[in-house]
């Protein structure tokens, strides 16, 4: 039987992603049931590996309920058997598959940010299990009409981009993405000799510590699609100004024209052309929503326009991306939080990048 492009997608997932294995406990969660034809090729291919699927499946406006009519005793509580699953689960193999992309625009600032702030254990732990290997997870998506909406375009032209995107056009997007890796990879051990980077653009002027900080390539493990190279920089030697561009997409809200200043690792100013309100409460969330989580250069040449979908905007290539909030613990980060917004700034229009001074990035294109 020839294979779907459903199949080769779960094979991606299962085989190389999250390398499922016989016996472990795998976890397929799905944003709506507009992700069915993924899950099944997927739940099969886990079967075939010798693990043993579970699936999680939501109603894309569960949440929108939820804000509105929990307490705050319910914004603060998570259910043992969603701990449950933090603690045991294998491997995680998360499905954007969204019906709207702004069910959550109109909620409430006050219980989005103490929702965040009450989930931050959930995330913390997850992050920490796959810094020390006891898991693996990776989230994907599957187009549908909310998203080529929110990206200006029909459904078919979408599902082309998103295929594409994650190299399943190809006979073996697996051999892509590990040829990807390698040219990331003599990026990342480059980077792992610096100090200090630099970044300069517009409106943009700021340094990061990142001596002793782990960059890591991506390339299908977490993310797919891929195509970066990140770290979590030095939590108090970030200092400067820095302007994105580029519209940011968040939990349904979107912010224009971010402008943060920071000093010493902590964002003292923040100011945005359009979703202003939105920004400060996210950036207000915790103790260490404050800080910056991430610092990244985005690869994928694929991606060349923002789409409204961060899991492939942050990707884009000739851009990059700071994250305000949670840090990575792989990469030696030490910023905890209920929040990791990755903020994309276009590097195209004359911006530079500097490693102890050297000019290794130009115009959006690494040049070392």
Request: hydrophobic share 35%.
């Amino acid at each position: 039987m020839q294979k779907t492009i459903w199949d080769k997608y779960a094979q991606v997932l299962v085989d190389y992603s999250t390398d499922v294995q016989k016996g472990d406990l795998v976890m397929i969660r799905a944003e709506s049931f507009e992700a069915k034809e993924l899950v099944k090729a997927i739940y099969k291919r886990v079967l075939e590996r010798g693990g043993n699927p579970i699936v999680r499946t939501a109603l894309g406006d569960l949440g929108e309920i939820f804000l509105k009519n929990a307490s705050d005793e319910q914004l603060d509580y998570i259910d043992p058997i969603t701990e449950l699953e933090y603690d045991k689960v294998d491997k995680f193999i998360s499905l954007g598959a969204p019906l709207n992309t702004k069910n959550m625009a109109r909620a409430d600032l006050t219980k989005l940010a103490r929702r965040g702030k009450a989930t931050k254990k959930l995330s913390e732990k997850l992050m920490k299990r796959s810094a020390d290997g006891t898991a693996k997870w990776v989230i994907a998506d599957v187009p549908t009409y909310a998203l080529a909406q929110e990206a200006k375009m029909s459904l078919n032209e979408y599902s082309e981009f998103l295929f594409n995107s994650c190299y399943l056009n190809l006979d073996d997007p697996v051999a892509k993405l590990k040829e990807l890796d390698k040219k990331q990879t003599q990026w990342a051990n480059y980077l792992n000799g610096v100090k200090e980077l630099h970044i300069v653009g517009e409106k943009t002027d700021i340094k990061f510590n990142v001596e002793g900080r782990k960059w890591i390539s991506c390339s299908g493990l977490n993310n797919y699609p891929d195509g970066e190279v990140f770290t979590s920089p030095v939590e108090d030697g970030i200092n400067g100004e820095i302007y994105f561009d580029y519209p940011q997409n968040y939990r349904g809200n979107c912010a224009h024209g971010v402008h943060l200043w920071i000093e010493n690792g902590l964002v003292v100013k923040a100011q945005a052309e359009q979703g202003e309100e939105f920004l400060n409460a996210m950036i207000n969330m915790d103790e260490g929503s404050h800080g910056i989580g991430e610092i990244a250069i985005g690869t994928n040449d694929e991606i060349q326009e923002i789409t409204g979908n961060i899991l492939f905007d942050e990707k884009i290539g000739g851009a990059i991306h700071m994250a305000v909030g949670a840090s990575y613990p792989e990469t030696g980060g030490k910023n905890v939080s209920g929040l990791h917004w990755d903020l994309i700034k276009n590097m195209k229009n004359g911006g530079k990048i500097f490693a102890d001074g050297k000019l290794i990035y130009e115009n959006g294109k690494m040049i070392i």
